[in-house]
């Protein structure tokens, strides 16, 4: 069929279908052929839209189909090609489905062709049990702040025992550097860490030394800068349900289906096109989605339908609820497993003493610690004082594998005002016992960049904004600590790093020639150790172990592995506890532990039944 423009677009413009092809209706974005590239668009708020190729000299109509997508197929023409649509209001608008952006987020799309890039490696996955995550970010990984640049330090994370990095999310957003959730083009990795064949390029460089890759990604809200949507796809959100960010994401409404297969179309390209193990989703708990079938069972489903390997969809969900986590046998039947804050909040608590926000409803509770670490939630249903409502469901009948463990991550370091990383606010003795319960723990651990060779410089909230939106962010970021007691002079509040600020930024880059050699050496033993002693266990843990109390910070975690039983015995205070003697094989330990547990003592051991 032949597509011309209406008189108020321009002079006729022809574009054709693409040769014997039909519509493809779960496609987004543009597509290379042999003969040309088809674009597709939906944008059902519009009753026309023209598609601008840079360099032509006309737009050319696109095709309106009733599913409110609109299509225009273009011979001639193939990657590098730059584009974009163009509304009825004469609005600019790049591809939501774009794969790259060269000029950021209100610059022309680019078209890429995925199959230009030849793949070399033979790449079969890792097992989840196997599994030793590094949480990074590319922007402050290096000085560089690159995917070629962080290519170049997987060395050290081989020596260092890592087996995974879960790299914080990569989609386009507005400005030079960001955490990454503000990301408003889901399918193009960020122009600022450089081209998606360098992305590539960082998945098959882990992969050549046995690591696995796997990518943060929000599903909950888009960013509020370079977000065009609403303007021609307004369906895509909806005010029924209501988000931190604003209206949530329409997964369940009118016209949702389109939406609920961009966001599978998504997850799905992230797996494909750039060959990663798995991914991680951000605050699911925002995710809402009163459908027959939710949107994150969909997702979970069709991503395992099509997986050729071993593939690993990790949750973060503040309500903590396991039936996201159930197994087949030993498979994950959704999600293989979520982010675990109880046992962050625990050590941390332990380790500092803090009170304040949700610290306050962790102290001194040795239940909550015997909890998190030998069933994963802490909160199982009780009511959390910090949210005055109850929270989680019981959990000890995953397996431990279930729970990713971490004493930091960018959330629990960068929501503070000063960043501060936890080596900042605890003593090193408490940093040694901590570091050896959640390496050894039979959770999967997770390692925050910088943190095994005690980096010093802060992880601080930063992004790039401009204008008045970057005013509201700089207030709003002082604002959100002035209710807590050491802010309340807004003198001291006016000491926060600026968010906005270059600076802050940069100040967040990992210094690679500051190294703490001695901690770097306890975190490789660790490792070594795990892969030792824990990891051949993790196949026959197939629930939850079981907490004897001895104080709010001393605690013995027993679990059951076939005829051994792994004990881990702890005592996170400055005071010495009595313990009943090991019986078994002790394999690792951390102070005093002849007879009492001195301070920040740690002993793990393994038992015959």
């Not at 730059?82 to 000029?103: E, H, I, K, N």
């Not at 560089?144 to 330090?153: L, P, V």
């Not at 050894?440 to 010093?456: K, R, V």
């Not at 600020?501 to 100040?507: I, K, N, R, V």
Request: glycine share 8%; hydrophobic share 40%.
């Amino acid at each position: 069929m032949n597509l011309f423009h209406r008189d108020d677009v321009g002079r006729a413009t022809r574009a054709r279908r693409a040769p014997d092809e039909a519509p493809q209706p779960a496609s987004f974005g543009a597509t290379v052929t042999p003969e040309g590239v088809r674009f597709r668009l939906w944008a059902p708020a519009s009753d026309r839209v023209a598609l601008l190729l840079e360099g032509a000299s006309a737009p050319i109509a696109m095709e309106s189909r009733p599913d409110g997508f609109f299509e225009a197929f273009v011979a001639g023409i193939g990657a590098g090609a730059l584009y974009r649509y163009l509304l009825p209001d004469g609005t600019r608008v790049p591809d939501p489905a774009s794969r790259f952006q060269p000029f950021d987020v209100d610059g022309p799309s680019e078209v890429v062709d995925p199959a230009s890039y030849v793949w070399s490696e033979n790449w079969a996955g890792r097992p989840w049990d196997e599994i030793v995550l590094y949480e990074l970010h590319i922007g402050a990984f290096t000085p560089e702040g690159t995917f070629r640049s962080a290519a170049e330090k997987l060395d050290h994370l081989v020596q260092l025992g890592v087996t995974a990095i879960e790299i914080m999310p990569v989609a386009d957003f507005k400005g030079r550097w960001n955490w990454g959730y503000d990301g408003v083009l889901l399918f193009a990795p960020d122009s600022s860490y450089g081209r998606p064949e360098d992305f590539k390029r960082l998945v098959e460089a882990a992969h050549a030394r046995g690591i696995a890759v796997l990518l943060d990604v929000v599903y909950n809200h888009l960013g509020a800068v370079g977000n065009y949507l609403p303007t021609y796809a307004p369906a895509f959100f909806t005010d029924r349900h209501k988000t931190p960010w604003g209206d949530a994401i329409n997964f369940d409404g009118p016209d949702s289906r389109p939406v609920r297969e961009f966001i599978i179309a998504n997850a799905q390209y992230w797996i494909d096109e750039f060959h990663l193990d798995g991914l991680r989703l951000d605050a699911v708990h925002a995710i809402f989605d009163d459908g027959p079938k939710h949107i994150l069972d969909e997702l979970a489903e069709r991503l395992r339908a099509n997986a050729r390997r071993p593939l690993h969809l990790v949750v973060e969900d503040e309500d903590n609820e396991p039936y996201r986590l159930r197994r087949r046998g030993r498979a994950p039947v959704h999600y293989t497993a979520q982010w675990n804050d109880d046992v962050h909040h625990v050590l941390h608590v332990a380790a500092t003493g803090e009170r304040a926000g949700y610290y306050a409803a962790y102290q001194d509770d040795g239940e909550l610690l015997g909890k998190a670490l030998a069933e994963g939630f802490a909160y199982q249903g009780q009511v959390m004082p910090y949210r005055d409502r109850p929270r989680g469901a019981p959990s000890a009948s995953l397996p431990p594998g279930a729970f990713v463990a971490f004493i930091q991550n960018h959330d629990q370091i960068g929501n503070r005002a000063f960043g501060e990383r936890l080596s900042k606010l605890a003593r090193p003795e408490a940093m040694r016992a901590l570091a050896a319960i959640y390496l050894l723990l039979p959770q999967t651990p997770m390692i925050f960049m910088g943190e095994e060779w005690g980096a010093e410089q802060p992880f601080l909230f930063f992004c790039d904004f401009e204008g008045d939106f970057a005013d509201a962010v700089r207030q709003g970021r002082r604002a959100e600590f002035a209710r807590f007691p050491e802010f309340a002079d807004p003198a001291t509040r006016a000491k926060i790093p600026d968010p906005v600020g270059e600076s802050t930024f940069l100040a967040s880059k990992l210094d690679w020639s500051r190294m703490d050699e001695g901690r770097l050496a306890h975190y490789r033993a660790l490792l070594r150790m795990r892969r030792r002693c824990i990891a051949p266990l993790l196949a026959h843990i197939q629930s939850g172990g079981r907490a004897v109390i001895f104080g709010p910070d001393a605690i013995r975690v027993r679990w059951q592995a076939r005829e051994r039983i792994l004990i881990l015995d702890a005592n996170l205070c400055g005071r010495r506890s009595d313990f009943p003697p090991a019986r078994g094989r002790i394999f690792w330990s951390e102070g005093e532990t002849a007879g009492a547990l001195g301070p920040w003592a740690v002993r793990w051991s393994l038992e015959a039944e």
